[in-house]
């Protein structure tokens, strides 16, 4: 087995390893802070939570590649919350009563996002500064 995975690296693949709990949370307590922005699409929202699993369970058993899933994931998943968010507020600003869908679960989830974005990000620039110093 090579070096210990640094922090930022632990902190993405412990993110995906734990997304049971998020799963949990949700089907238990009502409290989605992973795919609030699928709440419409039962299907793609259960979907979501397989692929992060699958996400979780890749970076366990193939550390190297933590980063690139990470990077993959969470972009992906800021561009669906941003578009998400996005098409709730022109429907607020042009529906009679003007109520907006952004709920607590979409700042939490972008938050979170961010968050395993910029760690991913991290990780791979410092793998990426390892390699060519090693040439």
Not at 14 to 19: D, E, R, S, V
Not at 63 to 89: M, N
Request: aromatic share 8%; charged share 10%.
């Amino acid at each position: 087995m090579g070096a210990p995975a640094p922090p930022l690296a632990r902190l993405v693949r412990g993110y995906y390893l734990a997304t049971p709990a998020f799963l949990l949370a949700d089907l238990l307590l009502g409290v989605d802070v992973r795919t609030p922005f699928l709440d419409a699409l039962p299907a793609l929202k259960w979907g979501w939570y397989a692929v992060a699993m699958l996400i979780g369970l890749a970076c366990w058993r193939w550390p190297r590649w933590t980063a690139h899933l990470g990077l993959a994931e969470a972009g992906l998943d800021i561009v669906v919350l941003v578009l998400s968010v996005g098409t709730a507020y022109i429907n607020a600003a042009t529906s009679e009563s003007g109520a907006t869908t952004l709920r607590a679960g979409s700042v939490v989830n972008l938050v979170l996002s961010a968050t395993m974005l910029m760690a991913s990000y991290l990780v791979a620039q410092s793998h990426l500064s390892t390699t060519t110093r090693r040439r």
